[in-house]
């Protein structure tokens, strides 16, 4: 059973084996998280700067954060409250699913901040990984706020602000005037995104489809990673490859309920063992 324990301004999690960080925080989910030669890691979110690690006896700690912090914002960011363990044994009943969770062990869904999430997966769009991270990092230098040695991620009221000229120094391309229709559909009111949790997954998905460049890929991504909607299952080339691969395209009755963890699982056992590769 998991635990929390709080001691010189550090968070130790206890019995949580099924958290692996390079897993959870290096497989597509989200974008400002790296880590250093002592395999600590560090990352904004919220606001907030923190490094974790994960210590040699399995224990995780979080260091230099508080209590009320913890609780706040990581507790519920890191899925800390899921039951994981009893997903796998659901998703196991399959025998091909059985081996993705076992291949993709400890990936968890990271519950991110809305317009943050929304405007990271805009830019993924036909983009790499190291592109990513670089627009969301000049994004964050030249429009968030400065804190201690780090930037936040840029509010929907900045950017609705600003014009495709001052978006240059991006270098987003097309994905530029997307992010700031974003902005102004949020700033509006058009797009609630606080209200989208509440909603049936396909209104979700609707209300969300709204904005400029967001399709039902960009827009399940944003529902599963900082919504709560587990069911929503984001389609990619990729992705459909491996269901298809896989599955025969239909992805098995027992995964239905947690179909974006059952999501994250094969796209990460199916990259990663070579069965996309032609």
């Known amino acids: 059973m998991k635990n929390f324990e709080f001691k010189n301004n550090n968070i130790y999690i206890y019995g949580l084996p099924d958290f692996d960080l390079p897993h959870t925080l290096d497989c597509g989910q989200a974008f400002r998280w790296s880590c250093n030669d002592k395999n600590v890691w560090s990352g ?14 399995g224990s995780i700690v979080l260091y230099n954060t508080t209590k009320q912090d913890f609780y706040d914002i990581w507790f519920t960011y890191f899925d800390l409250e899921r039951d994981y363990e009893s997903i796998i044994v659901k998703l196991s009943e399959n025998e091909i699913l059985k081996k993705a969770c076992e291949y993709s062990h400890g990936i968890r ?28 990092e000049r994004l964050c230098e030249n429009f968030g706020e400065y804190k201690n040695g780090y930037y936040t991620f840029p509010t929907a009221e900045k950017l609705a602000s600003l014009t495709i000229d001052d978006l240059a120094v991006l270098r987003a391309g097309f994905r530029a005037k997307y992010l700031l229709d974003a902005a102004k ?14 909603l049936p997954l396909d209104d979700a998905r609707t209300e969300l ?14 529902l599963l990673f900082s919504h709560h909607h587990t069911t929503a299952f984001p389609k990619d080339v990729w992705i459909k490859r491996a269901m298809s691969v896989l599955f025969g395209d239909e992805l098995p009755e027992n995964a239905q309920e947690y179909a974006g963890i059952a999501q994250q699982y094969i796209f990460f056992y199916a990259r ?6 032609d």
Request: charge should be negative; hydrophobic fraction near 40%; aromatic fraction near 6%.
């Open 109 to 136: 869904i990271l519950n991110q901040e809305p317009f943050e999430t929304l405007c990271s997966f805009i830019i993924s769009q036909n983009n790499n990984i190291k592109r990513i991270k670089g627009i969301i």
């Open 209 to 222: 489809m709204k904005i400029v460049g967001v399709g039902p890929k960009v827009a399940d991504c944003c």
């Open 272 to 277: 990663d063992t070579k069965l996309l590769e």
């Open 44 to 57: 904004v979110a919220y606001g907030k700067y923190l490094e974790l690690e994960k210590l040699d006896d």
């Open 185 to 198: 559909k949020v700033v509006s009111g058009e797009v609630d995104l606080n209200n989208l949790k509440n």
